[in-house]
């Protein structure tokens, strides 16, 4: 059962293996059928990425409407990326608010590692960093926190994949029209919603962490919480607007950096 609005779940815990010497985390990439070098640049990232894990934050998917969508065509390619690379490095994915319908059992079924969100990972014995896709932390935005609340509701859901795939899909197009709508539309005034950052804080003191990394707001770059606490925020990807945009964040026993797609298979 999901948590109502306001009331944060406490951190999944996860231990990377010592040997391991980089993790990558990406988010947002939001893949759909009308993004066609988006798909290209993150396949290639996924079978050439040097890290010993890729880390997927949410929102892999534009909209994902069911297990059964790997039928089709184009999310039958990107479930066979997902495999394909699980075969080469460790890949764990956390759902976001575009693909919470992924399953933890249909992703283990890929060889993926599903992570809660929250999730602390635990590397190299000093780091301790806490993991979220974001839009929980979101928490002025009252009406986006009942409509999460409600779409993870197993009852709506239960609903909502006992409609054919074809009406699923229609209505995630709706999505993506309404999402493609939003992009080119000036930011309010204040700017688009942003973590609560008192609600993140209180998150990272119960997880004893001072560093949270998570996406959702595509506002990729690092700041302070506040005295002690540091966020880094994800890079959305979408190669075919103009111009382009695509990061990966990753995490090595000396610190992050910050790498394009392309040198994260060669760094």
């Given at each position: 059962?999901?948590a109502?609005p306001?009331?944060?779940p406490?951190?999944?815990?996860?231990?990377?293996?010592?040997h391991?010497?980089?993790?990558?985390?990406?988010?947002?990439?939001?893949?759909?059928?009308?993004?066609?070098?988006?798909?290209?640049?993150w396949a290639?990232?996924?079978?050439?990425s040097?890290?010993?894990?890729?880390?997927?934050?949410g929102?892999l998917?534009?909209?994902?409407?069911g297990s059964?969508?790997?039928?089709l065509?184009?999310?039958?390619r990107?479930?066979?990326?997902?495999?394909?690379?699980?075969?080469g490095?460790h890949?764990?994915?956390?759902?976001?608010?575009?693909?919470f319908?992924?399953?933890?059992?249909?992703l283990?079924?890929?060889?993926?590692?599903p992570?809660?969100?929250?999730?602390?990972l635990?590397?190299?014995q000093?780091?301790?960093?806490l993991?979220?896709?974001?839009?929980?932390?979101?928490?002025?935005?009252?009406?986006?926190?009942k409509?999460?609340?409600?779409?993870r509701?197993?009852?709506?859901?239960?609903?909502?994949?006992?409609r054919?795939?074809?009406?699923?899909?229609k209505?995630g197009a709706?999505?993506r029209?309404?999402s493609?709508?939003?992009?080119?539309q000036?930011?309010?005034?204040?700017?688009?919603?942003?973590?609560?950052f008192?609600?993140?804080?209180?998150?990272?003191?119960?997880?004893?962490?001072?560093?949270?990394?998570?996406g959702?707001?595509?506002?990729?770059?690092?700041?302070?919480?506040?005295?002690?606490?540091?966020?880094?925020?994800?890079?959305?990807?979408d190669?075919?607007?103009?111009?382009?945009?695509?990061?990966v964040?990753?995490?090595?026993?000396d610190?992050l950096?910050?790498?394009?797609p392309?040198?994260?298979c060669?760094?």
């Amino acid at each position: 059962m999901s948590a109502a609005p306001g009331v944060l779940p406490p951190a999944a815990e996860w231990t990377a293996p010592d040997h391991w010497r980089a993790v990558d985390f990406i988010s947002d990439l939001h893949l759909a059928p009308n993004l066609p070098l988006t798909f290209d640049a993150w396949a290639a990232y996924m079978r050439g990425s040097t890290a010993d894990a890729v880390v997927v934050l949410g929102d892999l998917f534009e909209f994902w409407p069911g297990s059964d969508a790997q039928q089709l065509e184009f999310e039958a390619r990107c479930i066979q990326v997902l495999r394909t690379a699980a075969r080469g490095h460790h890949v764990a994915l956390m759902v976001g608010n575009r693909d919470f319908l992924l399953t933890p059992e249909f992703l283990r079924s890929l060889g993926v590692h599903p992570l809660a969100d929250p999730t602390l990972l635990r590397a190299w014995q000093d780091q301790r960093v806490l993991l979220t896709h974001g839009d929980a932390l979101c928490l002025a935005d009252t009406a986006y926190q009942k409509f999460r609340a409600w779409t993870r509701d197993p009852a709506t859901q239960a609903d909502f994949l006992a409609r054919p795939l074809a009406e699923r899909m229609k209505l995630g197009a709706g999505v993506r029209h309404a999402s493609e709508a939003s992009r080119r539309q000036d930011p309010p005034a204040g700017g688009w919603g942003d973590l609560d950052f008192a609600a993140s804080v209180a998150w990272l003191r119960a997880a004893d962490s001072t560093l949270m990394v998570h996406g959702h707001t595509h506002r990729p770059g690092a700041s302070w919480l506040a005295e002690s606490f540091q966020r880094q925020v994800l890079s959305d990807w979408d190669l075919d607007d103009s111009p382009p945009r695509a990061e990966v964040l990753r995490l090595r026993r000396d610190g992050l950096v910050r790498l394009s797609p392309e040198s994260a298979c060669h760094a």
